[in-house]
């Protein structure tokens, strides 16, 4: 018996190391984070941290299991052979009920330390359902333009604001992107704020919540659809006629991010596995592919699809920027010796990209779209990053169309209509989704004016947890939304 209490008191010296441990280092490495974000990677697929950065999951295990361990050796130790005053010092905090309460504060300072909450609740309705529009009798262009989506890893406004020095941003200012149409204040919002998120709210007009994965969805390599209920840019074109195309560095199965994409109109999802499959010479980082062998793979790929007689759209998604550090491309100069390059780099190599596709004819008859996935997370930069009062997600869209910025503040769920808006979709009212499009003459408003916004999106909805339902066999993805007959829109 004695024994067992020994171990129990060990037991509980860890279980309170260990929480403390992992809120300091999840503080370090990630800052806070919506609860949402925690409760999506909580799913039965856990085994798709094998497919992240393998150093960040061996600073975790390092800290937050292998360093309590030692930490725990080394009190439950010193405690045992303690004498006289140390001894009952020692006792008194292995007692149960001291112990108990301890667990309760490490509890509070790990989520206090790590997880953001909306700042104030509404009451009410299922607000999702309320404020979701879907496109019903979405007009189809006659001429359709390609699309070109590419997605910089935490890319956003503030690296080329003050106080960072030099002008890291530069070369997404010169050239073509001089002239794309630009939302200087680009909000993110609730459900909105890492990779996968932030491809869906700007693909869907819809957050990302966790609330399927305990229900009847078993996400990850046990379920076969993503959000099969929504209707998001991809069914759009596929549905159009688009040939839809992924290219990423990373593994398109963390986080399900190929599962998404796939139940969503993308006949081609590229990511980790395709390129060593297709060639096992390439260089990858801890991630994946090196940015620059994506923009290589990327213009090749653009090359294929200009060949085609059908209109495309081919999405990209970066790395180079990903916290704490950055992964900088081995074609980069190393001027900084910290993040800085890998931001400096990533600008480099998109503004490289669409030259090159300018320059051989492929923009000819194309939209290109230049987007931060979210804000950047907590890294080695934070401190200039929280020096800056307003931080806004990168976008740039370079577009032939005619069509008017009707405001300068969007977030996340507009993406989606402003593009369809681009391409010539007409959208009723200028709605898709949570979203309202930045283009022509709109009647509907964007929720990034509404300072409820994140309570309202917080909240339970019952048509949220509809998306996630499994289609039926014969029944198509997503809602029928797109008209018969085209919208005569050039």
Request: glycine letters at 8%.
């Amino acid at each position: 018996m004695r024994w067992l209490g020994f171990l129990l008191r060990a037991a509980s010296v860890f279980l309170l190391s260990a929480q403390l441990c992992t809120a300091f280092w999840f503080r370090q490495k990630f800052g806070k984070v919506e609860i949402d974000q925690i409760l999506f990677h909580l799913q039965p697929a856990s085994h798709t941290i094998l497919y992240s950065d393998q150093l960040t999951v061996w600073s975790g295990i390092k800290n937050c299991i292998l360093g309590p361990i030692l930490y725990t050796t080394i009190l439950m130790t010193l405690f045992s052979r303690a004498r006289g005053k140390c001894r009952r010092v020692g006792d008194a905090f292995l007692a149960l009920p001291v112990q108990a309460v301890a667990q309760l504060g490490a509890a509070a300072i790990t989520i206090s330390m790590t997880l953001t909450f909306p700042a104030s609740a509404v009451a009410g309705e299922d607000w999702i359902a309320t404020l979701y529009r879907e496109p019903a009798n979405l007009g189809i262009p006659r001429h359709k333009k390609n699309l070109i989506l590419i997605y910089g890893e935490s890319l956003e406004f503030s690296y080329g604001a003050s106080p960072f020095e030099g002008d890291l941003l530069g070369p997404l200012d010169h050239g073509l992107l001089a002239r794309a149409k630009s939302f200087p204040h680009f909000r993110q919002m609730a459900g909105t704020g890492w990779t996968i998120a932030g491809m869906i709210a700007s693909q869907c007009g819809i957050p990302l919540k966790p609330l399927g994965i305990f229900g009847q969805n078993r996400f990850g390599q046990n379920a076969s659809q993503f959000l099969p209920n929504a209707l998001c840019l991809g069914d759009i074109l596929k549905r159009s006629g688009y040939r839809n195309v992924f290219l990423g560095g990373a593994s398109t199965q963390f986080a399900g991010k190929g599962l998404f994409l796939q139940t969503h109109g993308y006949e081609e999802v590229l990511g980790r596995e395709e390129w060593l499959s297709e060639d096992s010479q390439f260089a990858l980082n801890e991630w994946g592919l090196n940015d620059d062998d994506l923009f290589a793979e990327s213009l090749k790929k653009l090359a294929e699809l200009s060949r085609s007689n059908d209109p495309f759209n081919l999405t990209i998604l970066t790395i180079g920027m990903h916290p704490p550090d950055g992964i900088l491309a081995p074609s980069c100069p190393r001027d900084f010796g910290d993040l800085r390059d890998s931001v400096e780099c990533t600008a480099h190599l998109i503004d490289d990209f669409i030259e090159s596709a300018y320059a051989k004819g492929y923009l000819a008859e194309a939209d290109v779209v230049v987007l931060g996935d979210h804000l950047s997370q907590r890294n080695s930069q934070h401190e200039r990053l929280e020096a800056i009062p307003e931080r806004s997600v990168f976008n740039k869209f370079l577009t032939s169309s005619d069509l008017p910025v009707n405001r300068d503040e969007i977030d996340h769920f507009d993406v989606a209509p402003t593009i369809l808006s681009a391409l010539g979709y007409a959208l009723p009212g200028g709605q898709f989704g949570l979203g309202c499009s930045a283009l022509g003459t709109v009647s509907c408003t964007s929720l990034v004016f509404d300072p409820l916004a994140d309570a309202k999106l917080d909240r339970s909805s019952p048509f949220y947890n509809a998306l996630w339902l499994p289609i039926k066999a014969g029944q198509a993805s997503g809602p029928t939304a797109l008209s018969a007959h085209p919208s005569g829109q050039k």
